[in-house]
């Protein structure tokens, strides 16, 4: 055998090493102490983690009714708070909000917060000698918002909201960003509005209507060089007629810094043209042909190593920017089904709208330096 074909066959040897170990990789559901915390069935369902946040270099995420922590990842987590206690005394605990997943927690890296969305209320969690005092920190007011009919509902029990939110909840000085929409999602231009609340006055502003394509509210509050930045995703696409009768689709995805008082992005962070991602082709039923889709989602950062994580068709990536995005893991869902993502101790996570919490598989490439696999 010519030592031509000893290298090429070494090197097919090595091809399928990769790919059988790359086959085993999969994202696997954050939560694993089933044995430890009884299992809760809310009207009906199972519990499952409904809203996650580090913070101070701990995770603090919610469980059915209860704020729960982690030290490590392999830690058990210890209780935190029991939510309930939040609720007034008149709620009945068999209401719909009763599931607990409106509550979002966020912070701006000083403190930890908790949004009651229902109750239109916002806590600050205080901790003070190993106990959690929650203090009401504000009030919004929804009616301010009339355009996203954010219907206030009256029962036997208490006075209450039903609201339209996505994603995180961004702080940034005495004000709070998010994706609100319109309840039923029958105006276009009213689904996944920029939306905006004083902490002040309770007043709220639709900062960007949702024709502008923005399609995630980033938060990396709790990484010190990102505390007062707002990071929004655009997720869009043109097409443009050439003269030879064809048509050409240019990328205008992008992470950028947004100026809420210009109401524009500025900076941009990520461009997502030289990024080297193929859409995949997906069938739709209900329209009858093939389309691309272009979503990417759940946004990380990765502070040690200078590296942005995301999702995008059903593969987690990671890129410094600079280089093409490196796709290191296969995720049990599609990145349109994913809310956030956030980095934390050496691994990648991401939240999805109805599936829970996934933490994807590191081992695919143990530095930041291992780009590709040959040089």
């Not at 109401?263 to 080297?276: D, I, W």
């Not at 059903?314 to 049990?332: K, Q, V």
């Not at 980095?343 to 996934?358: C, N």
Request: proline share 3%.
């Amino acid at each position: 055998m010519t030592t031509r074909w000893k290298r090429l066959t070494a090197l097919l040897l090595v091809l399928l090493t990769l790919l059988n170990a790359g086959s085993a990789l999969a994202a696997e559901e954050f939560w694993k102490w089933g044995d430890v915390y009884e299992e809760k069935l809310i009207l009906g369902l199972p519990t499952e983690v409904t809203d996650l946040q580090v913070f101070q270099d701990e995770l603090y995420f919610i469980y059915g009714d209860l704020l729960l922590k982690c030290h490590e990842p392999d830690d058990t987590p210890e209780t935190v708070y029991e939510l309930k206690n939040l609720l007034p005394e008149n709620v009945k605990e068999d209401m719909l909000y009763a599931s607990y997943d409106d509550y979002r927690l966020f912070t701006d890296g000083d403190s930890l917060y908790i949004f009651v969305t229902f109750m239109q209320r916002i806590y600050r969690l205080d901790f003070e000698d190993g106990e959690v005092k929650p203090m009401l920190y504000a009030t919004l007011d929804y009616s301010t918002l009339p355009e996203l009919n954010w219907t206030l509902l009256d029962d036997d029990c208490c006075i209450y909201y039903k609201t339209n939110i996505e994603g995180k909840v961004v702080k940034i000085g005495d004000k709070i960003y998010m994706l609100g929409s319109e309840w039923s999602h029958k105006t276009p231009n009213l689904i996944n509005c920029l939306i905006s609340f004083s902490l002040k006055t309770g007043r709220g502003e639709i900062v960007a209507y949702g024709v502008d394509t923005i399609s995630e509210v980033v938060s990396w509050q709790q990484n010190q060089e990102w505390a007062s930045t707002l990071l929004v995703y655009y997720n869009h696409e043109e097409w443009y007629d050439c003269d030879e009768g064809y048509s050409h689709e240019i990328d205008e995805r992008k992470l950028a810094v947004y100026n809420p008082e210009q109401r524009k992005a500025e900076e941009t962070v990520l461009n997502f043209q030289n990024l080297g991602l193929e859409n995949q082709l997906t069938y739709l039923m209900k329209w009858g042909f093939y389309t691309y889709d272009i979503e990417c989602s759940a946004f990380a950062w990765d502070a040690e190593n200078r590296r942005i994580f995301f999702l995008h068709d059903d593969i987690a990536w990671f890129t410094d920017g600079t280089m093409p995005a490196r796709g290191f893991d296969r995720i049990p869902t599609e990145a349109i089904y994913a809310e956030y993502g956030f980095f934390w101790k050496g691994s990648y996570y991401f939240k999805t709208y109805d599936d829970g919490a996934f933490v994807c598989d590191m081992s695919f490439f143990e530095r930041p330096e291992q780009y590709y696999y040959f040089d």
